[in-house]
């Protein structure tokens, strides 16, 4: 049985990010015509542009002093490379990434520009097999993307932030990469207030957890296929995929033309311009939700790394 993360280590991990990172807010967005019982949590506005450093910081603050001169490595479309490379520079330590071919221009040079070395690769899998052979030869802890406690641990003090800021929260929805995003909140919401439903969204290109939730068990795909890179981690993981399993209550997908759709929703909704795992939660929204239900729905808003080029391609084609 795998040992699901806690409520105490959930506020522990919070107390260790205090004063640390934002507190991004949940904003009601009933006056922005998105419905009338839904909000945002607006965690694209995190540190990094993104929820990972949460756990990306707990990655690092977790090193030995064995560890802590060699320093860290971590795979990435891009926004946990970010994060990861953030974190090392916060602690003084040395990243060294490995991002998808895929991976924004936006996203490679801010990681860059926060000190990491970085390599590209050119699948998902092949970065994978990289950041096998930089752990082997550099010896560098590696930061994984979704499937370690602390990434889960920063995960679920969203969970604990969304509860705390919106206590009549009946339902949140949460896009879904390799899960540690997902199992994390989900699994700190069940803690506190078991009633109250979580979602997970996967692009229908990209739909690992949902198949491995299926099947019982974390899968690996044979490609992912999608505009949504951040949610493109090409398998399930035994950590993330027991936290999904144990808290989400389902897992819906959508289309990358709804990606699209809800991108443009966001623009001209709200002003913003967002990377398309970002939207995913609107898109589900747009796509599931019974707008006269009166259950109050907190959408979570994960990353905002895109620079404006690809916004306006995207944009065009929705």
């Not at 409520?7 to 919070?14: F, G, K, N, Q, R």
Request: net charge negative.
């Amino acid at each position: 049985m795998t040992n699901l993360i806690t409520a105490d280590e959930i506020a522990a991990a919070a107390q260790a990010l205090n004063g640390r990172i934002h507190r991004t807010p949940v904003v009601d967005l009933s006056p922005m015509r998105l419905g009338r019982h839904v909000a945002g949590k607006f965690e694209h506005w995190q540190l990094t542009g993104t929820f990972k450093v949460r756990g990306a910081l707990l990655s690092v603050d977790a090193l030995d002093a064995r560890q802590r001169p060699a320093g860290v490595t971590a795979v990435s479309a891009g926004n946990h490379a970010i994060a990861t490379a953030y974190a090392a520079r916060e602690a003084r330590v040395s990243a060294h990434v490995v991002m998808t071919a895929s991976a924004n221009p936006l996203r490679v040079s801010r990681c860059r520009e926060l000190g990491a070395v970085v390599e590209i690769a050119g699948s998902v899998h092949d970065a994978f097999d990289r950041v096998a052979a930089i752990q082997r030869d550099e010896g560098r802890a590696f930061v994984h993307p979704f499937n370690s406690r602390q990434m889960l641990l920063g995960s679920g003090t969203l969970g604990a932030e969304i509860l705390a800021q919106r206590p009549d929260v009946g339902r949140v929805v949460v896009p879904i990469g390799g899960g540690g995003l997902a199992g994390g909140i989900a699994t700190a919401i069940k803690l506190k207030r078991p009633d109250c439903e979580v979602i997970g969204v996967e692009p229908d290109g990209a739909a690992s957890m949902q198949r491995s939730l299926q099947l019982g068990e974390a899968v690996t795909l044979e490609e992912v296929t999608t505009i949504a890179d951040s949610l493109g981690a090409p398998h399930a993981a035994a950590l993330s995929f027991a936290h999904c399993a144990s808290a989400l209550d389902r897992v819906d997908t959508v289309t990358d033309d709804e990606l699209r759709r809800a991108m443009r929703t966001l623009h001209d909704t709200l002003g913003f311009a967002v990377e398309p795992a970002c939207a995913a939660t609107t898109a589900w929204y747009e796509r599931y939700a019974d707008k006269n239900d009166s259950t109050m729905t907190v959408l979570l808003f994960c990353g905002s790394n895109i620079d404006v080029a690809s916004v306006n391609t995207l944009l065009s084609a929705s």
